[in-house]
């Protein structure tokens, strides 16, 4: 390994690591790309790394949506456990409580 490829690995480590930020305060905006909306900031970023290297874009693609996934799986049973829950409770304030959270996920 030479200075270039530790050179190109902190690059990708930089933009990923920005990516990620980036899609932690996402907003939507009206620019539309490949059928998705995406932020301006975000998609420069996202072909900046694509143009570095593409398996490394990939990589991070899949792992973003590795982990949606696991968040909608764990979002599911967060459900499935409070409907349970529902069953065992006598306090309607505590019900009403429980009614609230599930309608926010």
């Keep these: 390994m030479d200075y270039k490829d530790i050179l190109r690995f902190g ?3 930089y933009l990923t690591g920005r990516l ?8 939507p905006i009206s620019t539309s790309r490949d059928n998705r909306i995406v932020d ?9 790394l694509r143009s ?3 398996v490394a874009f990939y990589l991070y693609v899949t792992e973003k949506r590795n982990k949606l996934f696991s968040k909608d799986k764990g979002k599911r049973e967060m459900k499935e456990l409070l409907v349970k829950c529902l069953e065992h409770i006598n306090d309607e304030g505590v019900i009403n409580e429980i009614k609230n959270q599930i309608e926010k996920y």
């Design 11 to 13: 690059e990708i480590q």
């Design 40 to 48: 301006s900031r975000i998609s420069k970023y996202e072909d900046k």
């Design 20 to 27: 990620d930020e980036l899609y932690k305060g996402y907003v």
């Design 52 to 54: 570095i290297d593409e």
